[in-house]
């Protein structure tokens, strides 16, 4: 059965949507990962992301996000993929996308403007990477960013 959405929003009804955009950044053969903490509370290996604000491009929230959240200034050498999933919040199916990019640090002290959000932070080679990344979008984004 196929779900009806909205003429206007082109949403499902009862599903929110949000849009995200983030970074993998690269330096000497390793990624930058971060901690957070999940919906559940669980502590989380992860990339840099986070939400578009009103007017911002997903390139302006990548540079954005990642700098809130690492402490560097970044820049984009190029496009990754967009990742697509939904899960529940507070009973609320929500419909995410989120528009990844490759990035190389340009500067800044490596100290997150966010300590609120970032449990902890560290380069990580590829293989570290796969073994403590569980989101399978993460998996997925390092298998691409991985490719030659």
């Given at each position: 059965?196929?779900?009806?959405?909205?003429?206007?929003?082109?949403?499902?009804?009862?599903?929110?949507?949000?849009?995200?955009?983030?970074?993998?950044?690269?330096?000497?053969?390793?990624?930058?990962?971060?901690?957070?903490?999940?919906?559940?509370?669980a502590e989380v290996w992860t990339f840099p992301k986070g939400h578009l604000e009103a007017g911002e491009t997903?390139?302006?929230?990548?540079?954005?996000?990642?700098?809130?959240?690492?402490?560097?200034?970044?820049?984009?050498?190029?496009?990754?993929?967009?990742?697509?999933?939904?899960?529940?919040?507070?009973?609320?199916?929500?419909?995410?996308?989120?528009?990844?990019?490759?990035?190389?640090?340009?500067?800044?002290?490596?100290?997150?403007?966010?300590?609120d959000e970032i449990v902890d932070m560290k380069w990580a080679s590829m293989e570290e990477a796969r073994a403590?990344?569980?989101?399978?979008?993460?998996?997925?984004?390092?298998?691409?960013?991985?490719?030659?």
């Open positions: 059965m196929k779900m009806e959405r909205s003429p206007v929003t082109g949403q499902q009804p009862g599903c929110d949507a949000e849009h995200s955009a983030g970074g993998v950044v690269s330096e000497g053969g390793k990624v930058l990962l971060i901690r957070v903490r999940n919906l559940e509370g997903p390139e302006a929230a990548a540079v954005r996000e990642v700098a809130e959240e690492t402490g560097y200034d970044c820049e984009i050498t190029g496009k990754l993929f967009t990742a697509e999933y939904s899960f529940l919040r507070n009973g609320r199916r929500v419909r995410k996308d989120v528009r990844w990019y490759r990035m190389e640090r340009r500067g800044g002290d490596g100290v997150p403007r966010t300590p403590v990344l569980s989101y399978p979008s993460d998996l997925k984004l390092i298998e691409i960013f991985a490719r030659p």
